[in-house]
C-alpha cells in the first residue's frame, strides 16, 4: 500500500543522503519541482499478489432395493 507525499505549491526536496528507496508511493508538487538528492534512488512501483486454491469432492454410497409384483386387477377377479 503506498502512500503520497508532496506540497500544494513550492518545491519538494528530499534529502536523504546516501540511498533513497520509494516503493508505491507519489511525491508530487504541482505547483513547483520534486528533488531529490541522494547517491542512489531507487522508486518501484506496489506489486499486490494473492493466491486461491479450491477443492470440491463428491461421494455417494448406498444400496438400491427394488421389488417387482404382477399386477392384479381388483374389478377383474369378479
Request: a negative charge.
Amino acid at each position: 500500500m503506498g502512500s503520497t507525499a508532496g506540497a500544494i505549491s513550492g518545491n519538494v526536496v528530499i534529502t536523504p543522503g546516501n540511498r533513497y528507496s520509494q516503493v508505491g508511493s507519489d511525491v508530487v508538487a504541482p505547483g513547483g519541482d520534486v528533488d531529490i538528492q541522494a547517491r542512489d534512488v531507487q522508486i518501484v512501483e506496489a506489486r499486490e499478489s494473492s493466491r486461491s486454491e479450491s477443492t470440491q469432492s463428491f461421494s455417494q454410497s448406498g444400496i438400491t432395493l427394488g421389488i417387482e409384483a404382477p399386477l392384479i386387477d381388483p374389478v377383474a377377479q369378479r
